[in-house]
């Protein structure tokens, strides 16, 4: 049997595609909302954990992380997403993701990418193709996601530089640098765009 982990914000969808994937024969699955998600991998110890990279909490980075290791024992990353925020298609990307269904696809292609990412396989939807070419394309460095991040969430300048431990001047200039690369008017703008792309 494979242990598997639904992760979604939405009680109603997350409910009835839990109950769907139960009637699948070799699958065992339980389902958390994201606030609960790390605890419950933890606790249940599942083969696949696959995750909605949507969030209720949309300002707030999915703890991929916490959904999945690099070691052989830890859940593989399984993640639904779609083509249009490719910023989340990096960020799964680069915590180890496995597997990658288009959550506009069919519960079949789910169910097959369960089994693939279980195996160890990877497995992609060719419909992600165009969002994974958008997020190679992404211009900000990691240092310039962490000080977006912080300002997206309502953080000054100070406090950024506090958080960071930068000099206010290299948080300005961090900022300066990601309104350019954005192609924004300002930094509400450049937030934005980027919650837009599902960078931050």
């Known amino acids: 049997m494979i242990r598997v982990l639904l992760v979604h914000d939405v009680c109603l969808v997350r409910s009835v595609l839990a109950e769907w994937l139960r009637r699948v024969s070799d699958l065992t699955v339980f389902d958390a ?3 609960g998600a790390s605890g419950s991998a933890r606790s249940l110890r599942p083969d696949v954990c696959a995750a909605d990279l949507e969030r209720v909490d949309s300002h707030e980075m999915p703890p991929l992380g916490d959904l999945c290791g ?9 993640v639904l997403a779609t083509a249009r925020r490719p910023g989340l298609l990096r960020r799964a990307f680069d915590a180890g993701a496995l597997g990658y269904v288009d959550k506009e696809g069919s519960p079949e292609r789910l169910v097959s990418a369960i089994r693939r990412v279980a195996a160890g396989e990877r497995f992609v939807d060719d419909s992600l193709g165009f969002g ?3 997020a190679a394309r992404m211009p900000l460095t990691s240092r310039e996601l962490s000080v977006l991040s912080l300002a ?5 300048v100070a406090e950024i530089a506090g958080s960071l431990h930068l000099s206010n001047g290299t948080v300005r200039n961090y900022m300066a640098a990601i309104t350019r690369k954005t192609g924004a ?4 703008d450049a937030i934005r765009i980027s919650q837009g ?4």
Request: charged share 35%; no cysteine; proline share 4%.
């Open 197 to 200: 792309e599902g960078w931050v």
């Open 152 to 156: 997206a969430e309502g953080a000054s």
């Open 132 to 134: 994974f070419l958008r």
């Open 70 to 78: 690099r070691g052989t024992a830890d859940p593989r990353l399984l």
């Open 185 to 188: 008017r300002n930094r509400v």
């Open 33 to 35: 909302e994201w606030r």
